[in-house]
């Protein structure tokens, strides 16, 4: 079956850049997906991106898809406190039900 | 406010009982979803549920039993839980179809302890 990988933690300062990756087994993706889940609640989708782009940009946000190695990134640029949160990359091959999660990466930010 | 609500928030129980997670959604989807969330492993979908279909997940085991009454109401039965089945599990909603991107929209969870 699908796996998604990411790393399980992630410590920034308060004003640095954080990069999350992750990386995906199969190669017949349609969109690939970043959640946020903060203490206590659901996941929230943050962004997305089409298998056929390259780069998505919103506001603080990057994200970068190399097809080729099957590897995603999100990038939040001036981390803040708020930032703190787990972040989920996931993977759709197909439909609605289609739908391959990752473990979550745990991002702390220091002040 | 998501528009998805999850009841019990918290759930102990004891291996020979038997309870029932409730959720609900209010957005007018059509899909709706059980996940198992634990420490250290992905995200586990269990169940999809649509007008067309029911997905499940064939490695969960049967002491777990899905019912969808309705496109706003999924329950999760539980009977002759493990110890191992304690985690926080989410409910999620979307528009089901082929070919789109579809946001899940999730609930905060129930937390169970099966001791």
């Known amino acids: 079956g699908e796996d998604v990988e990411q790393s399980l933690f992630l410590s920034v300062r308060e004003g640095d850049s954080s990069v999350i990756n992750c990386t995906y087994t199969d190669s017949s993706s349609t969109y690939l997906y970043w959640y946020k889940q903060e203490p206590g609640a659901g996941l929230q989708l943050l962004t997305y991106?089409?298998?056929?782009?390259d780069m998505k940009q919103d506001q603080r946000l990057t994200v970068l898809l190399n097809k080729k190695d099957k590897h995603l990134s999100l990038r939040i640029a001036d981390t803040q406190t708020g930032d703190s949160a787990i972040y989920f990359c996931a993977n759709q091959e197909g439909g609605y039900q289609k739908v391959t999660f990752g473990t979550g990466t745990k991002l702390q930010v220091i002040p | 406010e998501t528009g998805v609500t999850q009841t019990p928030r918290h759930l102990v129980m004891g291996m020979t009982n038997k309870k029932s997670l409730k959720c609900e959604q209010h957005?007018?989807?059509?899909?709706m979803y059980w996940y198992k969330q634990s420490a250290k492993k992905p995200l586990e979908l269990m169940f999809v549920?649509?007008?067309?279909?029911?997905?499940e997940n064939n490695s969960v085991p049967s002491r777990f039993s899905p019912e969808c009454p309705n496109s706003s109401h999924l329950f999760l039965h539980l009977h002759t839980l493990q110890p191992e089945d304690s985690a926080l599990y989410l409910c999620a909603s979307s528009q089901a179809g082929q070919g789109n991107y579809y946001e899940q929209y999730f609930g905060p969870g129930t937390r169970l302890t099966v001791t």
């Open positions: 991106i089409f298998s056929n782009m």
């Open positions: 549920y649509s007008l067309e279909e029911r997905v």
């Open positions: 957005l007018g989807h059509n899909a």
